[in-house]
């Protein structure tokens, strides 16, 4: 099974992009972030003319989360992370798929730090670390898939020093990164890759993409159960360079038979 994550920065606008990426690329399942439309706007028809089912939490302009299933369609199990019953953002999103619990994350930015913004991603994560404790607490195969919005160590930033100040790479927030790791989460490009630079993230200006001047921000987060059958991770960096392309490239791993995978995953 081939498991992607993929910030389109804008669906509708970069659906030209996601559909050739989907025909080139044929991942099993996909994780979008920054839909940047309403529940009532998704592509559904085009993509399911691809191949590919959904299920997704639109928001008008901004965030918005979808999976994508290729041939079939993912069985929701969670809209929305809890802990924040006010917190009407789309950032989270959960379905079972292939006997995988996939959970697509867009975590805030956090920019200008500090600040309200800043205190907002801090809750999110903290909120987003207990609820994968419970997961991990399941012992089902579980995979967090999405744009982290956080460089975890210097060797994911092209120039560290630069960034020292900002919302995605604080102190707090790589502690918070680490420690949900540290549940017992594999970080899967990075395990593949222990000591090579991937970038994920190039901005659009200063010819970022031209200079390599990335970041890594787009992670896939492996249960034990999973991260056991981990057999390649890698990014589709290319996709960068298209025309009227997203700031991110799509990232992936592929998996083997991952043990347990036929039995039940939890409804939630």
């Not at 191949?51 to 929305?80: D, E, F, H, M």
């Not at 670390?129 to 460089?151: H, I, R, S, T, W």
């Not at 970038?199 to 200079?211: I, P």
Request: charged share 25%; hydrophobic share 40%; glycine share 10%.
């Amino acid at each position: 099974m081939k498991i992607a994550t993929f910030n389109v920065n804008g669906v509708n606008g970069r659906l030209p992009v996601l559909l050739r990426w989907l025909a080139e690329a044929q991942p099993d399942v996909v994780c979008l972030q920054e839909l940047k439309a309403p529940q009532e706007r998704f592509p559904a028809a085009a993509i399911e003319d691809a191949g590919y089912g959904a299920t997704w939490l639109g928001q008008k302009s901004w965030n918005g989360v979808a999976i994508l299933a290729k041939g079939t369609t993912p069985v929701p199990t969670r809209r929305g992370l809890p802990g924040e019953p006010e917190d009407e953002q789309s950032r989270y999103i959960e379905a079972a798929v292939g006997g995988i619990l996939v959970g697509g994350l867009y975590l805030p930015n956090g920019n200008p730090a500090p600040g309200p913004k800043f205190d907002y991603k801090l809750r999110w994560f903290a909120r987003l670390k207990a609820y994968a404790a419970g997961l991990l607490a399941e012992n089902v195969p579980v995979v967090l898939a999405g744009d982290f919005n956080v460089m975890p160590t210097d060797l994911d930033v092209y120039k560290p020093e630069r960034w020292r100040d900002d919302a995605l790479f604080r102190p707090e927030v790589r502690a918070a990164y680490a420690e949900l790791v540290d549940q017992g989460w594999t970080d899967c490009l990075r395990h593949l890759h222990p000591g090579e630079r991937i970038y994920t993230f190039w901005d659009y200006f200063r010819n970022a993409y031209g200079r390599d001047a990335g970041l890594r921000i787009d992670h896939l987060l492996a249960s034990p159960a999973v991260a056991d059958d981990l057999l390649e991770a890698g990014v589709d960096r290319h996709v960068r360079g298209w025309e009227k392309a997203s700031d991110h490239a799509p990232t992936w791993i592929r998996l083997g038979e991952v043990e347990g995978s036929a039995g039940r995953v939890p409804r939630r």
